[in-house]
C-alpha cells in the first residue's frame, strides 16, 4: 500500500458501492488500495480477453448463426470498451483525475455476461464441441474472475455467477440429463469460488491493516502520536514535489520549550513525558492553516503551515508563544509554567529543500534561544543575518492575568505552605 502514487476514484453508485463494500471499519485508504486492485492485473485481463474473443470466434465460425454473431459482436465490444475504460483509468489516477470506476464495474458484470451468453447459445443448439469449448473457456474464467476481483468478494461472485449460472439454466431447458449434473455441480464451484474470494480479500485487509499499522508507527512519535523525524521529512518532501511551478510557499516553525529541562530533572522522566504530551495536545487545538506537527525528539517541535508571508509567521509564532506560555500545566503532582522559543523559515525564501529549512529555522531557534528564549527569530535568506523580537510586539496585547507568564519561564508546583 505504501508507495503507491494512483488513486482510482470509489464507486458512487448504490450498486457498485455494495458490490465493493469492503465492510463499515476499513479506512479510506485500504478502500482506495482495493478498488486499485480491480484495475491490477493486466497480462491476465489481456490474457482473458483473447481467450473469450477467440472461444466466440471458433464457435461463430462452426455455427454461423445470428445468435452467434451477436454473441462474437458483443464480446468484442464489451472487450474493446473495457480496455478502453482500464487503460484511461491509469492514465487519468496517474494525473490525479476522476476515474469511471462505476461504468468499469459494470462492463466487468457484462462481459461476465456474455461469457455465461455463449455458454447457453451454445448448449441450446446442441453442438457437443462448442458447448464443451464454451463451457470450459467459461470455467477457466472462474479463477482470473477471483484472482483479479477478491479485493472486491461481492464483485467476483455476481460475476462467477453472470458466467456460470447461463449453463445451468440452459442445462434444464434442454432437457439432456446429463446436464443436470451442473446443477449440483455449479452451485459447489460458485460456493468455493466465492469463499476463496473472501478468504484472500480477508488476508489482503489484513496484510494492508498491518502495513498501515507499521508505516504509522515507523512515522509517528509514540509518546505525543505526532510526526517524528522520518514523518516529518516525508511531508516536507511531499510539500516541496507539490510546490513546484508555484509561486505561494509555506514556513516551517522550529520550537523548543523553555524551562522544560527544569521541570524534567525535578520531577522525572514521567512528568516530563505528560507535560510533552500536553504540550502536543495544545499545538494540536491552536488554529494553523493546514498544519503538519512533528515532535523532533526531547523537547523540540516543527509546525509547517500553509503561510507564505512574513508578517503574518511571525505574528503566527507569536501568538503560539502565547498559546504555550499562557496557562500553567497540571502534570501529576506539580503545576508547572514554561515557555517556548520559535525560529521561523519561510519557503522558498530560506530554502528549497529539506535539509536547508529545517537548518535555517535552527539557525533562527538557536538566535532566539541566546537572545534570551521566550521569543521568536526570523531566518533570512542567508542565514547570517538574523532578527530576534520578542513572542508579543506589546504586553498591552496580554490579558492582565497572562502578563506574569512573559517573566519567568518555569514556575514550580507551590509548597504547602505557599498554598497556604
Known amino acids: 500500500m505504501r508507495g503507491k502514487s494512483r488513486n482510482f476514484t470509489l464507486p458512487r453508485w448504490r450498486i ?33 480477453v483473447v481467450n473469450t474473443l477467440l472461444v466466440a470466434a471458433f464457435i461463430t465460425a ?43 464495474i459494470i462492463l466487468g458484470l457484462l462481459w461476465a455476461f456474455s461469457v455465461g451468453f455463449g455458454c447457453f447459445v451454445s448448449i441450446m443448439r446442441g453442438d457437443w464441441v462448442a458447448s464443451v469449448v464454451a463451457c470450459l473457456s467459461a470455467a477457466a474464467m472462474v479463477g482470473g474472475i477471483c484472482f483479479r476481483n477478491f479485493g472486491a468478494p461481492r464483485l467476483a461472485a455476481a460475476m462467477i455467477v453472470f458466467s456460470l449460472g447461463p449453463i445451468a439454466v440452459a442445462a434444464l431447458i434442454s432437457g439432456q440429463l446429463i446436464l443436470l449434473l451442473t446443477l449440483f455441480q455449479i452451485p459447489l464451484y460458485f460456493v468455493s469460488m466465492t469463499v476463496a474470494s473472501y478468504r484472500l480479500n480477508e488476508m489482503l485487509v ?6 498501515r499499522k507499521n508505516d504509522h508507527l515507523a512515522r509517528h512519535d509514540h509518546l505525543t502520536g505526532l510526526l517524528n523525524r522520518a514523518g516529518l521529512m516525508h511531508e516536507m518532501a ?19 520549550l523553555d524551562g522544560f529541562k527544569a521541570v524534567n530533572d525535578r520531577y522525572g522522566h514521567g512528568v516530563g513525558d505528560q507535560l510533552l504530551q500536553l504540550v502536543s495536545g495544545r499545538l494540536r ?25 512574513k508578517a503574518a509567521a511571525q505574528l503566527m509564532a ?29 519557503q522558498p525564501e530560506h530554502g528549497r529543500d529539506v535539509e536547508t529549512l529545517l537548518h535555517s529555522a535552527d ?34 496585547a496580554v490579558p492582565a492575568g497572562q502578563q506574569a507568564v512573559y517573566q519567568a519561564a518555569v514556575r514550580y508546583p507551590k509548597s504547602a505552605a505557599e498554598k497556604a
Open 16 to 48: 457498485t458501492r455494495w458490490l465493493t463494500d469492503p465492510g463499515q471499519n476499513t479506512p479510506a485508504d485500504i478502500r482506495h488500495a482495493l478498488i486499485a486492485s480491480l484495475f491490477g492485473t493486466l497480462p491476465i485481463y489481456i490474457g482473458g
Open 62 to 104: 462452426r455455427q454461423p448463426r445470428p445468435e452467434f454473431f451477436a454473441w462474437l459482436a458483443l464480446e468484442f465490444i464489451v472487450c474493446t470498451v473495457r480496455l478502453g475504460f482500464l487503460l484511461d483509468a491509469h492514465r487519468a489516477a496517474a494525473e490525479g483525475r476522476r476515474t469511471h470506476t462505476d461504468l468499469y
Open 206 to 211: 489484513s496484510t494492508m491493516m498491518a502495513e
Open 238 to 256: 511531499l510539500r516541496l514535489s507539490r510546490m513546484k511551478g508555484r509561486s505561494n510557499g509555506w514556513a516551517l516553525f522550529y520550537l523548543d
Open 285 to 309: 487545538g491552536f488554529a494553523l492553516p493546514h498544519p503538519v506537527i512533528a515532535r523532533m525528539g526531547g523537547d523540540e517541535f516543527v509546525i509547517l503551515c500553509d503561510i507564505g508571508e
Open 318 to 346: 507569536e501568538r503560539l508563544v502565547l498559546e504555550i506560555s499562557a496557562t500553567e500545566y497540571e502534570v501529576g503532582p506539580c503545576s508547572a509554567q514554561i515557555g517556548v522559543s520559535i525560529g521561523i523559515a519561510l
Open 363 to 396: 539557525t533562527a531557534l538557536y538566535e532566539a534561544k541566546k537572545a534570551g528564549g521566550h521569543r521568536c527569530a526570523l531566518a533570512s535568506a542567508d542565514m547570517g543575518d538574523w532578527r530576534a523580537f520578542p513572542g508579543v510586539r506589546s504586553t498591552s
